[in-house]
Structure formats: structure tokens, C-alpha cells
């Protein structure tokens, strides 16, 4: 599995910004995609998953209410949308996918990771 990111770059706080990842070389119905990001001197963090067979969705509790993830399975194309974004959302975003079925916010749960995107949000 192959895991491309794109749409990052910088924006004002408040903004919109929609990140993409495309995904070939699997069988993704199997498969559950996660956004996870990491600020410089921060670990990595989660931010949103859902699962390619059902569109189930879940969402880091910063994110909630914010960002929205989904996915276009004849593009096979996974993507966040975040709205209100502020200084702190300011990292490095990676898409990822795993074939867990717990503990989804879990990093170590994802073999696959594309080569992240940076968002920088100023003030």
C-alpha cells in the first residue's frame, strides 16, 4: 500500500484548509485510514480515523466539531477537512492505514504512512 499526502501549506488562524491522501496498491475495504500529526518537540498525535468498508469516523477530541474526515472509494482518496483552524494545529500531517480493529488513535496500530504535509496556522 502506497500512501501519497497533499493540500497542505499556510493559512491565518481561522481558516480553512482540506488535506488528501490517495492510496493505491491495496484492497482498501480492509483497511481503516488515519490522520495523525506532530508538532516540532511534540509526539505524534491523532486526529481522525475512519474505516473504508463502513465510513465509521472518529475524531481526536481537538478535532471534534472542526475537522471532518472522508473518503471518495472510486478515487480511493482519504481527506481532512479543517475548519477554524488556529496556531496550534501548526504540525506535520500524516496519513496512515491499518488493518486493527482497536486502539485506532494508537499510532502503532498503522503499518502504512505516507510522507506528510505541513500545515503552519499564524496568528
Known amino acids: 500500500v502506497q500512501l501519497q499526502a497533499s493540500g497542505g501549506g499556510s493559512v491565518q488562524a481561522g481558516g480553512s484548509l482540506r488535506l488528501s491522501c490517495a492510496a493505491s496498491g491495496g484492497t482498501f475495504r480492509y483497511y481503516t485510514w488515519g490522520w495523525f500529526r506532530q508538532a516540532p518537540g511534540k509526539e505524534r498525535e491523532f486526529v481522525s480515523t475512519?474505516?473504508?468498508?463502513?465510513?465509521?469516523?472518529a475524531y481526536g477530541d481537538f478535532a471534534k466539531g472542526r475537522f471532518t474526515i472522508s473518503r471518495d472509494s472510486a478515487k480511493k482518496v482519504v481527506s481532512l477537512q479543517m475548519n477554524s483552524l488556529i496556531p496550534e494545529d501548526t504540525a506535520v500531517y500524516y496519513c496512515?492505514?491499518?488493518?486493527?480493529?482497536?486502539?485506532?488513535?494508537?499510532?502503532?496500530?498503522?503499518?502504512?504512512w505516507g510522507q506528510g504535509t505541513q500545515l503552519t496556522v499564524s496568528s
Open positions: 475512519i474505516r473504508w468498508n463502513d465510513g465509521t469516523k
Open positions: 496512515a492505514a491499518s488493518t486493527a480493529q482497536s486502539y485506532l488513535d494508537d499510532s502503532r496500530q498503522y503499518t502504512y
